[in-house]
Structure formats: C-alpha cells, structure tokens
C-alpha cells in the first residue's frame, strides 16, 4: 500500500470486509477485522482498491460489521505479505469528513439494536444469548458467559455460521413445499431465502460458505443432478476464493469449511454405527436424536481442532458433551427468533412474544455452558514443541483411519441370502482374522493405538484435579513461572503472579475453588510471571491489581498491555485483607507488606516487589517473604538497609531458584519451608544445585517441577504442614 512507507500513524476511511472476530490475549481480548482502505491522511486521499489491511481494535469494533464504514486514527506495519494497523483511539462508525466521523445507521443496525432492547427483557441468560444466536451479535455477552461459551465449546452457537443457515433455508423449503407449490418456484423462494438471510445477519465466512453451497446444491437438484454434498462444498469453496480469494486467510472460513468437510464424511457413517449400540437402551426416537447430534458433534471437532490449535492453546475437554446437548436446542431458538428479528421492528409486539418463548431454550443453552465450564479440568493445555506437533499429525492420521474404516463398513454390501452354518466361535474369529488382518491393518491399527496413548498420556490428570480443601497457600504448576495463591476466604484468596500461560492459570484457580480475587500483585513484567494474566481474569476479575516495572533499556514496559486498573508500585505500601468476620468457614486475616519495588532498577528482576505477608490463622501467626526475580546484588543492598525481617516461616526463592538470586536470604531469614516455582525439564538449569544445598535438610522444600500444583496448610501456628497434590 502506498501509504505504509509514508506514514507511521494515519487517519483512515474504511470499508469493514469481515466482521470483528474477538481474539484472547495474555491481556485481555482483542477485536481483529479485515477491511479495505476508502482514503486516509489528513486530507482523506483516496485509495485505488485493492487496499486491504488487518484492523486490531478494543470493543468499539465489536459493534461494526462487514460492509460497514469507520473511521479512525491507527499505527501502520507492515510484515511484507500483510498490512496490519494498530488503532490507538476508538473506532467511530461512519465516514471520514472534516476530522470526525459521521455515525451511518443501516435497516440491518436497525434491527440489532431493536432485537438487543427486546431480548433484554427475556430471563436468565437469554438476555445475553439471544443477539449472538440469532444473528451473530455477541456484545451483549458478558465476560463470564463468553468464557464459558468458549470453554465449553459452545461458541460457534452464538457466531451465526451454516449450521443456522441450513436451518433457516430448511424450514423455508418445508413451508414452501407444504404449500404445493411447483419445484422452480420452491427453488426460486429457497435462492431468495438465503440472500435475506445473508443481508440480515450480515457477509460472514461461514454464512457465505453455507449460502453459496445451498445455492448450487439446489440449482443441481433443479437441473436432476443430484445433492452429494461432498462435490457441492469442492465447488461452493472453489467458487467463493474464485471471487473473494483473501477468505482463504480468514479463521472462520476455515473452520466453517473444515467443520462441513468433516460432518460430509463422518457424520453419516459414525451415527450408523452409533445408533444401532443406542437403540439397545433407548427408543429409537431419543436413540437417533441422540446418535445425529453426537456424529455430527464430533466430526465436526476432530476435522477442526488442529485448526483451532493455531490461534488457541488448550482443548476443551467437555465440549463434546455440552455440545451433544445444546446442539438440539438450536432449531428451537433460530427458526423462531430469525423471524422475530424479521418483524421486530414493524411488529414489536409479536417479536416479543417469540423471544419470551424462545427464551427458555436459550437460558438452557447458557446454563450448560456455564456448567460445563465449571467442570475440573474443562480445559486442557495443548503441549508446545514437537510433542504438540506430533499429537496433532496423530489427531489427523487416526481419525483418517477410522472415517475411512467406517465408510467402508457403510459401503459394504450385505448378502442377498444368509446361510446359518453350524460352526464353533473359534472358526468365525479365525475367519474373520484371516480377512480382515494384513500388513496395512496392523499399521493402521498401531497408529490408532499410538493415537489414543498419546492424548491420554498428555491429557488424563495423573495428579487429582483439586488441591486439598483446606490449603492455605498454593504453589500453581505452570510451567517454567511463578504463581501462588494465599487463601484469604472460604473462596477468596492473594494471587501473586500468574505465570506464563492462561489456561494454566485458569486451571489453578479452578482447581483451589477460587470465586474471588482480593489482590492480584504482579511482582515485574517478565511474561514467565504476567504471561497468564488473562486466565485470572477469566475466573474472577482482581479487585485490585498492583505491579513493579523498572527502567530496563532493553525491555520496554509499554508492550505489556495492562489492565487500566493496574497501579504501579514504587515505594513500600502496607494493606490489610480482613474476611475473618464475615466468613467464619475459613477466617483469616492478612496484613501485607511491600518492601521493594524499584520503578529506576536499570534490570527488570530487580524491580521485583518483595512482599511480605503476615497471616493471622488459628489464633497464631505465619510469616512469608516472596521475592519474585530479586537478584543477588540487589538483595545485599535490601539486606544492608535493614528492610528484610527474620526470621520468616516460609520463603520463596528468588528468580525460580536461580544462582543468581544468591544464598544470602536463604541464610538471613532462616526459614521452615522454602517454595520454588519452576518448570519441569527447563533449559536454564533452575534450582541451581548451590541454591538446593544451601537450603539443607533443615528447610522443607516444596518445588513445582517435582511436586505439580502443591498446597500448604497451616496447622495450629506456628505449626504448619505441606499437603501435596
């Protein structure tokens, strides 16, 4: 583009192409769009098409669709296949003109904003839900309700996609077709069907997909040609990137295709299969609603998984459960509620009423997704490296295998006459080995076995999935990082540092039955401690946040994109957390204290905050010191001022056990217990032997690379025992 050398910030006019898609990050979420360039500058020179850029934004975009017009002020880079523009202030719906935009208000926003006010009014999660399943419309959710929708992996429901247009375009044909019209005019009103349905809910990848295959599909069931709907989705994909070829670089696309490929292939013969097992239990209605709803479920999250691995990093390990029972409920939701965002404008009345039924099926929708995220380990961490890989190439190979395994067996045609041959049990099993066992069947058995090993031994909690009830202090497994919780209620705790990754630290909340998060304290900015950010933030959001950042010049501070209610520290603080009055199940008070937080350290581990704890527990006090990454230098200089206490309880060694971070606190404050916050395996050698030497056998140690997620829990103080998981 020929504005990118030029202008490092620049006013632009643009044309929305997709809509927002919402993207997790280690700081909250971020909202993504591809859009092309109308004119930009100062004085709005136009821009000869194509001119396409990447739109990172904050939640002024979730409003916007494609086709829209926005102007806003943006960061320009440039990676040399893709422009990418950073927006620094809030994206403003309309048109550039004399340095504001001018808000443009379409029939579709119109509609949006009619059916937001009236889903309002509905119960339960409904309120939330309605938008986002009825037309895609995901900003009434709110922070838990996303999660949830995500970690149970519901979220699809609420981003319109084929599923709700087959519906749509389904329930026309059988209106159209009940009332006895001929077969070009059904044809004629399904085609019309489906360009309402698009101008509705606005060009979405999925959407154009499904519209574009459902065109052809009945175009060759018009002309006699058939509707095998593997060639229909070739043509249908080959026709869109014909036309619009950048959709190939689009997520929702992908899964949209990826998903409709998979439900083609497998769906048909793995619910053959299933729901003969099915019918021995169940009648044959519940027995092929069930059998329909699970093949379809779990075609479509085995073809897309390995995709969704390349913009998230966890599994949702009971997805296909929430979605073997909330998928049912969505004809009842998107057949009804698409007509009432049809007539709630003009019959308001009558909308209302819609919504009021369909309320019910939605608030299900959203009560299991809320369960199920609730669930322990609802979210399992996808390994990195080449183990990740490796599992992914199985995921792939395996269930090749099988979906062709069971095309076959639906393929294979049955004998016209059976002959009943008295024979032994033996003499069929030899037979049958005989056929069935070549070279190429044992291989494709071994790399199914390989297969489901493997995810087992990657993801089957070898340590239960919740720490001891009555912990005081938890050291979170996450990795090569730090992260620990000091309990300060029956479900509230001190969370400091979070660690690398978010689903690890999402994963230890959940797993110490965390609601609640009274202080969360950042000890410095180093990703190996606020890397996992979000995930507290998925649990509960802190109600205070404090972190230290110092004046390293080769790490820039402003890159971490931090909460707006985080409040730096740089001079001693004292604050107290006091739950004991109204929470007699747990009571515990606690006085903390930051000793150091150097906001001029020239190195980022010596801005660390140095906290000391005090905590008031069974009419006794323990004592705690944690130092994030202090080095050792620093260290003495804290030690020769005075400003560290001893003796001390328990100890958290600096910088994972580091030599760097010296033996001189170890010795000063001669603690009962040190804990070390370390990853298995790790390339820097952490716990240094001279740091573990140091320590005795005097001093218990507790260390995450040995034990996982461990607990400490306080017996009658000054006593205290360590529970490990």
């Known amino acids: 583009m020929n504005f990118v050398s030029a202008l490092d910030t620049a006013r632009m006019s643009v044309r929305l192409v997709t809509d927002p898609v919402e993207r997790e990050g280690p700081f909250g979420n971020n909202w993504f769009v591809t859009a092309e360039v109308e004119a930009f500058g100062k004085d709005l020179t136009p821009t000869p098409h194509p001119a396409k850029i990447v739109i990172s934004g904050d939640t002024s975009l979730v409003d916007l669709g494609a086709e829209d017009q926005a102007c806003f002020f943006g960061r320009v880079t440039d990676n040399e296949s893709s422009v990418f523009v950073q927006a620094t202030a809030t994206i403003q719906p309309g048109t550039c003109a ?3 935009a001018k808000p443009s208000t379409t029939g579709r926003d119109t509609m949006r904003a009619t059916l937001r006010a009236q889903a309002s009014r509905t119960i339960s999660y409904a309120p939330e839900l309605l938008p986002g399943l009825i037309l895609g419309d995901r900003s009434q959710q709110s922070e ?63 959407i154009i997909r499904a519209a574009t295959m459902g065109a052809i599909g009945a175009w060759a069931l018009f002309f006699g040609r058939g509707s095998q709907a593997l060639p229909i989705l070739a043509l249908s994909t080959i026709v869109i990137l014909t036309v619009s070829p950048e959709l190939i670089h689009e997520v929702g696309f992908q899964l949209s295709v990826a998903a409709t490929a998979g439900i083609v292939l497998g769906a048909q013969p793995l619910e053959a299969w299933f729901r003969p097992l099915l019918e021995k239990f169940l009648p044959n209605f519940w027995a ?40 049912p409920l969505l004809p009842l939701i998107t057949v009804p509620g698409t007509v009432a965002a049809g007539i709630c404008v003009v019959a308001p009345g009558i909308a209302q009423g819609i ?32 183990g990740g890989t490796l599992l992914i190439v199985l995921h792939w190979a395996a269930s090749s295998i099988v979906l062709l395994k069971l095309l076959r067996r639906q393929r294979r045609s049955k004998p016209a006459v059976k002959i009943d041959a008295p024979r032994s049990r033996w003499t069929g099993i030899v037979i049958t080995a005989e056929r069935g066992l070549t070279a190429a069947n044992v291989v494709q058995l071994v790399v199914v076995l390989a ?66 998060v009274d202080l969360l304290v950042v000890t410095h900015l180093h990703a190996d401690h606020v890397g996992g950010l979000q995930g507290v933030v998925d649990v509960a959001t802190p109600q205070e ?35 004991a009055q109204d929470d007699p199940e747990h009571p515990v008070q606690l006085r903390w204290s930051i000793l150091s937080a150097d906001s001029m350290a020239s190195n980022e581990n010596n801005a660390s905050i140095v906290l000391f704890l005090e905590i008031y527990r069974h009419g006794g006090v323990v004592t705690a010191l944690f ?11 804290l030690l020769a001022d005075q400003r560290i206490p001893a003796p001390i309880d328990i100890l958290k060694l600096s910088h994972h056990g580091a030599k760097n971070g010296g033996t001189a606190l170890i010795e000063h404050t001669a603690p009962t217990m040190a804990l070390i916050g370390v990853g298995e395996d790790n390339t820097y050698g952490h716990p240094h032997a001279e740091i573990l030497e140091a320590l005795g056998p005097r ?12 607990a400490v829990t306080f017996q009658h103080s000054p006593a205290f025992i360590a529970m490990e998981r």
């Open 355 to 386: 919504l009021h039924i369909v309320a019910l099926p939605t608030a299900a929708v959203g009560w299991i997704a809320t369960r199920v995220a609730e669930l322990p380990g609802s979210m399992l961490p996808w390994p990195e490296g080449p």
């Open 627 to 637: 130092t994030g990454d202090l080095e050792e230098d620093y260290a003495g200089m």
């Open 451 to 516: 297969a489901v090993v493997a995810h087992g031994v990657v993801f089957w909690p070898l340590r239960p999935t919740m720490v001891d009830a009555n912990w005081d202090i938890v050291g979170c497994d996450v990795g090569q990082g730090d992260m620990f919780l000091v309990r300060t209620g029956t479900d509230s705790a001190m969370v400091i540092d979070t660690g690398p990754d978010p689903p690890l630290a999402r994963q230890c909340l959940e797993a110490a039955r965390i609601r609640q």
């Open 288 to 327: 092929t609603m069930l059998s329909s709803s699970f093949a379809i479920s779990a075609t479509a999250q085995l073809a897309c998984q390995p995709l969704l691995l390349t913009f998230i990093d966890y599994v949702s390990a009971y997805s296909l459960l929430a979605n073997l029972l909330a998928t």
């Open 545 to 579: 946040m404090i972190y230290s950042t110092g004046s390293d010049p080769t790490y820039d501070p402003a890159a971490t994109d931090l909460p707006d209610t985080a409040r730096q520290i740089d001079q001693p603080v004292v604050g107290i957390i006091d739950h």
């Open 98 to 100: 004399d340095g504001s």
């Open 144 to 206: 838990h309700v996303d999660h949830a929708m995500k970690v149970s992996g519901l979220s699809h429901l609420s981003a319109v996609s084929g599923a709700h247009t087959s519906l749509i375009a389904s329930a026309a044909t059988i209106l159209f077709r009940s009332l006895r019209l001929p077969r070009s005019v059904v044809i004629a009103a399904f085609l019309a069907t489906l360009l309402l349905f698009v101008q509705i809910v606005g060009m979405q990848p999925s």
């Open 699 to 710: 001093i218990q140690l507790r260390r995450t690379d040995v034990d996982g997620t461990f």
